[in-house]
């Protein structure tokens, strides 16, 4: 599918060499964007995407940068502005797990979580934000002067022992993007989120990888699909484009219905 929702507009992804942030970044270029593919490791991974991207006809790099480090995301968006010229999509998506049950949880990683899935979207949402005051509305690139998605989960409303570090980085995301949207909607600016279900991605492979593990996670999908990066992706193009401009402060579902109480179907 090719559509030509993004095109002439310059995107920013994080995390994006591997999982959804790869899948997105990707389908941002197939809709027309030039993109930014920030990684933290394997170079390789980042480049492999940015030759896919580069297919397209449209502009991409790769660029490391660690978004819980404040100085390496503001060197990263000073960079892409004189690349690029400016920035209209950002898509805070970096996040990593360091599960474990809170009696064993260390604060390393608790704060290892933290860092990078909340602290790591302030300040990428804080420099994207900047740049799009900086620069004001190009209304023949955008209706809006600068989208914002961060990448959340069902966990920013599902609790889930085991994992209270990353439940509430995403609690957190929820509450940091309603407050952002409300913050910069009068200047023009769309934050959103995104909050997917399972998806198949490294980051949960343990969750999908076998039959019987899969027969499980399946128990809380009343759509009974595992999801597919290309889920997000695609959801995450249509958030940033216009066909969704009256959008503002809103949290995108994208899970087969994990957040409707399953368990409800036959209980209750
Ligand atoms: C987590 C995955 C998990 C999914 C559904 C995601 O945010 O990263 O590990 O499978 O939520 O529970």
New binding site residues.
């Given amino acids: 599918m090719t559509l030509p929702l993004l095109r002439g507009q310059k995107a920013l992804v994080t995390g994006a060499n591997s999982g959804i942030g790869k899948s997105t970044a990707i389908a941002l270029g197939r809709a027309g964007a030039d993109v930014v593919v920030n990684y933290v490791a394997g170079p390789e991974d980042a480049e492999a995407v940015v030759k896919e991207i580069e297919s397209f006809g449209v502009r991409a790099y790769a660029a490391q940068a660690d978004v819980s480090d404040e100085d390496q995301v503001d060197e990263m968006f000073a960079h892409m502005v004189s690349e690029f010229g400016t920035i209209d999509v950002l898509v805070a998506n970096a996040?990593l797990?360091r599960d474990a049950s809170v009696t064993d949880m260390t604060l390393a990683q608790w704060q290892k979580v933290i860092d990078v899935n909340l602290t790591g979207q302030f300040l990428c949402a804080r420099a994207a934000a900047k740049e799009f005051l900086r620069r004001g509305l190009v209304p023949e690139v955008s209706r809006c002067v600068g989208k914002i998605i961060c990448m959340s989960?069902?966990?920013q409303i599902?609790p889930?022992a085991g994992?209270v570090n990353?439940a509430s980085s995403?609690g957190g995301v929820l509450m940091m993007m309603q407050t952002l949207a409300q913050e910069l909607a009068p200047h023009g600016i769309r934050v959103n989120a995104v909050a997917?279900?399972?998806?198949k991605?490294p980051?949960?492979r343990d969750?999908?990888s076998s039959p019987q593990a899969e027969a499980e996670?399946l128990k809380?999908i009343p759509y009974r699909r595992v999801g597919e990066p290309d889920d997000i992706a695609n959801a995450v193009t249509v958030m940033a484009s216009d066909l969704m401009d009256y959008v503002v402060g809103s949290t995108l579902f994208v899970?087969g219905g994990?957040t409707l109480f399953p368990g409800f179907a036959t209980g209750g």
Wanted: hydrophobic share 50%.
């Fill in positions: 996040g797990q989960s069902v966990h599902i889930w994992h990353y995403k997917p279900g399972a998806i991605t980051i949960n969750a999908w996670l809380l899970d994990m």
